[in-house]
């Protein structure tokens, strides 16, 4: 089994950045990718950003946050990172990050608790 600890959200101001971090524990070596996806209030849980636990470095991203985010990882660390510049306040919701065992484009099934980021105008 593996667990997911996210951490990082806070309120920022439009524009500004955050870095959310998500640390896995467990049996983190049968992990093939990690994801962020993100839950706005009144809406669906969307994704936001994917990458390779190892590997190789293939990253993925939602149109909505091409060329503003930066999905990362740090093995030794057990950690992988979502780095989030110019931020919206469209950008507000629950950021939840999730791991895949056999895929990146699908699959995750283990999920962390979620953390709390608000962008105000």
């Known amino acids: 089994q593996v667990q997911l600890v996210e951490s990082g959200g806070r309120w920022v101001q439009a524009g500004g950045s955050l870095r959310l971090s998500c640390a896995a524990s467990g049996r983190t070596f049968t992990i093939y990718a990690m994801g962020w996806f993100r839950q706005a209030p009144g809406k669906e849980r969307e994704f936001v950003a994917a990458?390779?636990?190892?590997?190789?470095?293939?990253?993925y991203y939602a149109d909505s946050v091409k060329g503003r985010f930066t999905i990362s990882r740090d093995n030794a660390k057990n950690t992988v990172y979502l780095q989030m510049n110019s931020l919206k306040p469209e950008d507000t919701a629950v950021y939840y990050c999730?791991?895949?065992?056999?895929?990146?484009?699908?699959?995750?099934?283990?999920w962390g608790q979620g953390t709390q980021v608000t962008v105000s105008s």
């Open positions: 990458i390779r636990w190892s590997g190789g470095s293939s990253t």
């Open positions: 999730a791991a895949s065992f056999d895929r990146i484009d699908v699959g995750y099934d283990t």
